[in-house]
């Protein structure tokens, strides 16, 4: 296993211990004020993120993709927005609607990604990809920290992974107009 699958690993193991803090720690550690617990949630998302950068930075960087890397980082990346959208809508801190389809879009286009690459298509992420979810990731952060604009960064996470869902199934549905002819 090489150190991009082990940052990738790593944020799997992250996004269970951020789910595990962010919605029980205050019911945990009740003498606690709620801004240290954001604090400290935070502090593990923000870790998980800069291992989500990493992880690609260096597999591209010392050519170490692997087939292994190819599935993990995806899923772990899931994972990790998985547990900040849920953990925050059971705080009522995100509103049900977005997370609803954030999640929908993200499970639909994971196993959509898997169709197109069967067929050929390159299904890495596309710039769009990466801006969705660094404003996910932004999202999460105010949220946790309820920042002014927190909701505001939501509903931009919301428009642009629902656009970059919409590029992969439009890719696609060229690809087989194409492939007819």
């Known amino acids: 296993m090489n150190l991009p699958n082990i940052l990738a690993t790593f944020r799997i193991l992250l996004a269970f211990m951020f789910f595990f803090f962010l919605v029980n720690f205050g019911q945990i550690f ?4 709620q801004s240290w617990i954001n604090y400290f949630t935070a502090l593990i998302f923000v870790i998980a993120c800069v ?3 990493f992880d690609g930075y260096i597999a591209r960087k010392w050519n170490q993709i692997t087939k292994l890397g190819a599935i993990i980082d995806p899923l772990a990346d899931k994972m990790l927005t998985m547990a900040g959208f ?3 809508m059971m ?15 993200e499970f639909f286009i994971t196993g959509f990604r898997v169709v197109m690459a069967s067929d050929g298509l390159n299904v890495s992420a596309s710039m769009i990809g990466k801006i969705k979810t660094t404003f996910q990731m ?3 952060g105010f949220l946790i920290m309820e920042w002014i604009g927190g909701s505001v960064l939501l509903w931009v ?4 992974t629902l656009y970059s ?11 087989i107009k194409e492939k007819k002819n």
Do not use: P, S
């Open 30 to 33: 009740t003498q606690i004020h």
């Open 51 to 53: 291992t989500d950068f």
């Open 86 to 88: 849920l953990g925050l």
């Open 91 to 105: 705080l009522d801190r995100a509103n049900a609607w977005a997370v609803y389809l954030i999640l929908v879009r």
């Open 138 to 140: 932004l999202a999460i």
């Open 157 to 160: 996470a919301v428009f642009l």
């Open 165 to 175: 869902g919409f590029e992969y199934v439009y890719a696609y549905v060229k690809f």
